[in-house]
Each structure stands twice: as C-alpha cells, then as structure tokens.
Nanobody, 119 residues
Framework: QVHLVESGGGLVQAGGSLRLSCAAS????????MGWFRQAPGKEREFVAS????????DYADSVKGRFTISRDNAKNTVYLQMNSLKSEDTAIYYC????????????WGQGTQVTVSS
C-alpha cells in the first residue's frame, strides 16, 4: 500500500499562484509515476500532469500547459504542482496519484485538496 497526503490547496484570486504538495509513504516502487488529477463540480475527474521516474518525462493536459509545473523530490517521496496564472476554470479538487511503472492505471490516490480560484 501507498499512502498519499496532499496539501497546499486554498482560495486564490484569478491570476494568482498556488503550490500543491503530495507526500507518499508506505510501499515504494523502484520505478513509478506520480501524477495530479482534478475534479470540478459536476464534471468527471481529469488528468492534469504526471512525472515518470524513468527518464523524468513530464506530461501535461493542454489546458494547463505553460501555467502548471510538476516536479518531485525523490529523497522526500514528494511531488509538487506549481500552479501559476490560475483561472476560475481551474477550480476543482486536486488529487495526487501513483502508479508502478510508466503506463497503466494509477492504483493509489490521495484524499484530495480543494483549489478555488475567484474571478
């Protein structure tokens, strides 16, 4: 089992910034991908960004490219999501997730952290 705890959410004005953190504990994998997803009210959960252990490749949803940056500190088993130039449509619950390897479903999820962007 992997336990994930997100933090850093809150209320911010449009154009502002927030940094989310996700600390992982428990079973660790020699190669794993950490990702961020979000779910807005009345909408399905959607992919935001991911960071692969092997090669460090990062992927982003088109809606956040150029504004969000995912990074990780392997020594701390922590992944971050720096969110800049926030828009009202970024309002959602943000979830951290982990999967073993570079492909397949994310098997472990955090409890989520609320991000609210006021216009």
């Amino acid at each position: 089992q992997v336990h994930l705890v997100e933090s850093g959410g809150g209320l911010v004005q449009a154009g502002g910034s927030l940094r989310l953190s996700c600390a992982a504990s428990g079973r660790t994998y020699s190669s794993y991908t950490m990702g961020w997803f979000r779910q807005a009210p009345g909408k399905e959960r959607e992919f935001v960004a991911s960071n692969r252990w092997s090669g460090g490749r990062t992927d982003y949803a088109d809606s956040v490219k150029g504004r969000f940056t995912i990074s990780r500190d392997n020594a701390k088993n922590t992944v971050y999501l720096q969110m800049n130039s926030l828009k009202s449509e970024d309002t959602a619950i943000y979830y951290c997730a982990v999967r073993a390897g570079d492909s397949g479903p994310f098997g472990f999820w955090g409890q989520g952290t609320q991000v609210t962007v006021s216009s």
